[in-house]
């Protein structure tokens, strides 16, 4: 059971350049989300899914966008890097939001942009 | 809104001894939870412990435990008899209401384990 798998594991990117970071998840969770984690800090969540098609802002959502089109995958695309977008970003999800169930999370994505 | 704060970014201890993590919270709510997530240097968030905040016990797991205040919002993490492999940074976290599960992270208390 792979559980949360993120890729890449590291990327560099250019200031103004695009990509997207990849999340999926084997356990069938209708519960997604995005967290990204800047040194010293703790995690903020970017955006989250309750279930293919629904997707929501959270905290930091700017400069990002995703998508839900099927109940395993989750990506979050950056349109224009910006410096300010270096951390490690972490996916996670969940069964359900019922008696505070524990996130599983991904191993994170470090990026940085130059 | 709701804030976490871990007041301590470092914390030290010996082997086999006990150390207590510190944390507060604000809220509003009736009706919540609580965790301490652990981060080694692997980057992998792992769940050390939740409490339901409508329970008065608190929640215990092997050598961790909690000590939860709900009048005081406070919810500290104990760690009993330490060992090498409990260094890694800390991180409390409150689940806002909703169903939604999101999580509101502090900003971690960084552990280290003195052999």
């Known amino acids: 059971n792979a559980g949360v798998t993120q890729t890449p594991k590291f990327r560099i990117l250019k200031i103004g350049q695009s990509m997207t970071l990849q999340c999926t998840q084997d356990?069938?969770?209708?519960?997604m989300y995005w967290y990204r984690q800047d040194p010293g800090m703790g995690l903020k969540l970017i955006y989250y899914?309750?279930?293919?098609?629904?997707?929501d802002k959270g905290e930091v959502p700017n400069g990002y966008n995703v998508s839900r089109s099927t109940t395993e995958d989750f990506p979050l695309r950056l349109e224009l890097a910006a410096p300010s977008q270096t951390s490690v970003y972490f996916c996670?999800?969940?069964?359900?939001?019922?008696?505070?169930?524990?996130?599983?999370f991904g191993s994170g994505t470090q990026l940085s942009v130059l | 809104a709701q804030t976490v704060t871990q007041s301590q970014p470092e914390m030290s201890v010996q082997e086999a001894e006990t150390v207590t993590l510190s944390c507060t919270y604000d809220t509003s709510e009736s009706d919540y939870y609580l965790f301490w997530y652990k981060q080694p240097p692997s980057r992998q968030m792992i769940l050390v412990i939740r409490q339901e905040a409508y329970k008065q016990q608190n929640a215990t797991e092997n050598r961790f435990s909690v000590n939860f205040q709900k009048a005081a919002k406070s919810f500290s993490l104990k760690i009993s008899d330490s060992q090498l492999g409990d260094a890694a940074m800390y991180f409390c976290a409150y689940r806002t209401g909703g169903a939604t599960n999101k999580l509101i992270f502090g900003t971690g208390t960084l552990l280290a384990v003195q052999p």
């Open positions: 899914s309750v279930g293919a098609g629904i997707t």
């Open positions: 996670a999800s969940s069964y359900s939001p019922v008696e505070g169930e524990k996130l599983f």
């Open positions: 356990m069938n969770h209708n519960y």
